[in-house]
């Protein structure tokens, strides 16, 4: 490790918790409807909003009414997406003339972007029209980031309530979040993204001829150089943003018209957990003790710094296999060094590092560098992230929902400890709070596993693989791991475009995302109807660094046992047969 | 209930989408065209009128006269900018091994006099394949191949990898670097000078 790539890390750390308070309490003032510095603008088109499509923002509804409103929502946007791509050949703003997606991608990528997965079975450059990008992935881009917001909203109401049947109302919350947070957010952000050197047009691909003319794979002469372009920094502020993460180009934010500079990546790194951890003190702000929040955030950093060092020191160290008398992989100020198979040049290992743990534990699933061609301990620390359930920030809302759950548990744990009635922020945990925050942290394990080992055993599974031997088992499990935890990123060399992962990445795709949210929101009208208990002398404290550590230690138990067997046959192998 | 839920969510879809899928997309591109219409259009360099590249954007080169650009992965050949994609071969797998070793040999053979270690970015794919740099390592183990096939002064081919080379953002962010295409283009265009 280098003195600038722990700079690197750590300013990055030291901004995001600058920018959490200011952010956090905007957004709490937002979500409580008091006034803010954009009413001027924003409040006519909001009233409009509610005229239009008949929502009365004073009526409040409980949680089987807000959980409708949103499934509804949900599976109208998914329609929208699995028409526009079927559709897309006959439609305009097709300058490249690509074909109608198929019926199975197009159900895949509709369920990926409504679900805020953002996995991508496809190139985008070469699979979606400049409409379909806009119209279709663009809007859920914007829509599923703020359906979790909204969620998180709800539930953090049934937290902050005591004695009261209602958890808000989801249309309001929603079209909030989407005009105060998420639009100006991803308006600063494209712009700046634009001047970094981020494409925005509607012009068709340039066609550039070759300084030095190559060959193509049949061996004939390639003189000229087709680029891609298309209206990218849009869709990319609101990809980082909102925690969805799908590219606009197939490589992500690999790609130098997608994150060009250090600063764009800094940048577009920031705004992969901004909000999320910025939630946290909204949370803290709602629930009315901001410790509350802060302790959430201490427990998320204390897992997310040393994932960021491990990461870093296993891509540092890079690939022993590869022949090293021939080879220079010192790092130093002129050689980025370490294992760069799949990195750029102008972010190095330190950023591509950095990036990946980012991505993985915030469910963002963008990508700067190829997973797939990290080392195995890299890859591991990728897939734990996501095996922890996506908590640490994990997606915009969903994260910090997901994280409330494991709160619950680690209270009532403790409270089976010393035997007291666990309670929690003045509500009483019973039987029922236990079966939903079960049910939560258990169906997310056993729908990436099952799916994982149907993989393995069925040739569709198998044959999609691009690596062999323990590598090969990682890809699908990562596959899983990241549709069921509605992260996106992939070890791209498996070829998931086909019917067999389309369909069982798109079930685990929604019941990654809804069969989570419907419960949690159940939880949450049960909290909201509980009577309030005092704080007493046996209540346990649950901004204390004794809780920070017991939540620490409760995400890792149940992350850790539920999966280190499947580690073990993937990365953990690999790993030990690299440094044989 | 279900009903008026249902009109609710299909009128909230049909705005939203009009909001975010076409004003705000319209919008952001009005603004990046007038404020940043050169990098909002694909940072193209353009000489005599004919784009001959695009800043960001790598291309391949093979001839011993040129400063090589990192492996590229992308389908159909190398440097492919209307099909961006990483190599993805894990690190045990036999195809990287090969894929490495040729490089490592297409190197050595026009630098027989070069037995320094080849810095490993420029034996390896980058994630874009389309990486329009390499690092500076890689640009000094070329200098000498490229000065001598050239019949250059050590000195002219360093000044031109310096104007190059775009260092770290504010001393601290990301890899000092150097841009291929521009310094290939350099320096053809100072020979080209030098015969006229």
Redesign the interface.
Known sequence: MTA?GI??IF?FLFVLLLAVKPLGSFMTRVFQREKTFLDPFLGP?ERL?YR????NPEEEMDWK?NA??ML??NF??LI?VYSLQRLQQFLPLNPQGVGGVSPDLSFNTAVSFASNTNWQAY?G??TMSYLTQ???L??Q???SAATGIALLILIIRGIARHSSKTLGNF?VD??RC?LYVL?PL??VL??FL??????????P??T?????P????SGSI?TE?????G?A???IA?KQLGTNGGGF???NS????EN????S??FEMLAIVLIAAALCYTYGAMVKDTRQGWALIAAMLIMFIPAVFSMYFAEMN??P???V?????QT?????????????????IA?SALWTVATTSASNGS????H?????LGGLVALLMMHLGEVVFGGVGSGLYGMLVFVIVAVFVAGLLVGRTPEYLGHKIEAYEMKMASLLILIMPLTVLFFTALAVVTTAGKSAV????P?GF?EILYAFTSQGNNNGSA???ISVNNPFYNLAGGIAMLIGRYWLAVPTLALAGSLARKKFIPASEGTLPTHTPLFIFWLVAIVLIVGALNFLPALALGPVV?HL??IQ | ??L??????????L???I????L??V???G???L??PH??????IVHQG??????????????PK?FWS?LSATA??????????????????PA??SM??ER?HNL?ELDTLND??????L????????????????A?YQAERVALTRGMKGQQIQSLIARCT?G??LG??????VNV?RL??AL?ELQHQSIR
């Open positions: 600038n700079i690197q300013l088109l909003i239009l499509s008949g929502v009414q409708l409103a509804l929502f109208l946007g929208v190139g450059e070469t806009m119209l279709a663009t809007v881009n914007f829509l249309w929603m079209t989407m639009l991803s308006m494209a712009l634009v001047s970094q050197g981020v494409v925005q047009n509607f012009s691909y340039a550039v001829s070759l300084l030095e190559t060959k193509d794979t390639v150089q087709v680029i891609a372009m209206p920094a849009s869709q609101i180009f197939n490589v690999a790609h130098p018209f060009p500079t250090p600063l990546n800094y890079g690939n296999k590869l022949p008398s021939a080879i220079n992989r130093s100020n002129t050689n980025p060094g370490g294992n760069m198979e799949g990195k750029e040049d102008r972010f190095g950023n990508v700067n560098a190829m797939d061609s990290y080392t195995p691009l690596n062999s031997g590598h990682s070890f791209a060399g690999e047969l690299m | 209930m279900f008026k839920q249902l009109r609710t969510a299909s009128i909230t879809i705005i939203m989408s909001v975010t899928g076409i705000y997309p919008i952001i591109t603004l990046a065209q404020l940043f990098k909002a259009n694909g940072n193209f004919k784009i001959i590249g695009s800043e960001l954007i790598g291309q391949q080169f093979q001839s040129y990192r159909l050949f190398a440097y492919n900018a209307g099909a961006s994609s990483g190599s993805n071969y894990g690190p045990l797998s990287l091994q490495v070793s490592i050595k320094q270690p080849i810095p490993v970015d034996v390896t794919a980058s994630a874009s394949g389309l990486d329009p740099h390499i690092s500076i390592a890689a000094q775009e770290r953002t601290v962010l990301g890899e000092p670097r295409l290939n283009y053809d």
